[in-house]
T-cell receptor, first 113, second 112 residues
Framework: AQSVTQPDIHITVSEGASLELRCNYSYGATPYLFWYVQSPGQGLQLLLKYFSGDTLVQGIKGFEAEFKRSQSSFNLRKPSVHWSDAAEYFCAVVPYNFNKFYFGSGTKLNVKP | DAGVIQSPRHEVTEMGQEVTLRCKPISGHNSLFWYRQTMMRGLELLIYFNNNVPIDDSGMPEDRFSAKMPNASFSTLKIQPSEPRDSAVYFC??????????FGQGTRLTVV
């Protein structure tokens, strides 16, 4: 069965520090991969997506993610975190040729001044 | 485009009452999803439509839940009768042919 694992439930970083949020998936073939962000009381907003090609993808708000096939991972990174990045982040997987989204359990990011 | 539009944004109802949540997907999108979000269970896919046809409803919790998509621009999720454990935020999302889910703002349902 397909699964998406976000091992960190909460992460706290200082403003200006770098950030990496982890995501691992379990699926037989390379799926489509996504990162979404959810601010309190809001819906989910797409940060970036990977379908194929270059394994380092750039997204909005200065985020990037790297697909590593050998590790079945799609970790989200940002070199310098801003206070406005405090939110919950969800990794999602869509099996190839099958338009059904599987979401991880989310990672809540707190940003210290 | 205004994005995915859900109504109402908030709903408070008494146990046993019928609740109907509404969703207008983005024009031209051919897939529509209903999700439920709770602290305990995270984001759960309830049902998924493609070209107005229900493809996978395995996530619908029980017979009290039903969803319809009478046309490409409208979908409803109905709970009858509602129970306190149905309290959650319900999201509708739509997707074009290339998978990319666009989410609405959600409906916060409270059943008392």
């Amino acid at each position: 069965a397909q699964s998406v694992t976000q091992p960190d439930i909460h992460i706290t970083v200082s403003e200006g520090a770098s950030l990496e949020l982890r995501c691992n998936y379990s699926y037989g073939a390379t799926p489509y991969l996504f990162w979404y962000v959810q601010s309190p009381g809001q819906g989910l907003q797409l940060l970036l997506k990977y379908f194929s090609g270059d394994t380092l993808v750039q997204g909005i708000k200065g985020f990037e993610a790297e697909f590593k096939r050998s590790q079945s991972s799609f970790n989200l990174r940002k070199p310098s975190v801003h206070w406005s990045d405090a939110a919950e982040y969800f990794c999602a997987v869509v099996p190839y040729n099958f338009n059904k989204f599987y979401f991880g359990s989310g990672t809540k990011l707190n940003v210290k001044p | 485009d205004a994005g995915v539009i859900q109504s109402p944004r908030h709903e408070v109802t008494e146990m046993g009452q019928e609740v109907t949540l509404r969703c207008k997907p983005i024009s031209g999108h051919n897939s529509l999803f209903w999700y439920r979000q709770t602290m305990m269970r995270g984001l759960e896919l309830l049902i998924y439509f493609n070209n107005n046809v229900p493809i996978d409803d395995s996530g619908m919790p029980e017979d009290r839940f039903s969803a319809k998509m009478p046309n490409a621009s409208f979908s409803t999720l109905k709970i009858q009768p509602s129970e306190p454990r149905d309290s959650a935020v319900y999201f509708c999302a739509s997707s074009p042919a290339d998978p990319e889910a666009f989410f609405g703002q959600g409906t916060r349902l409270t059943v008392v």
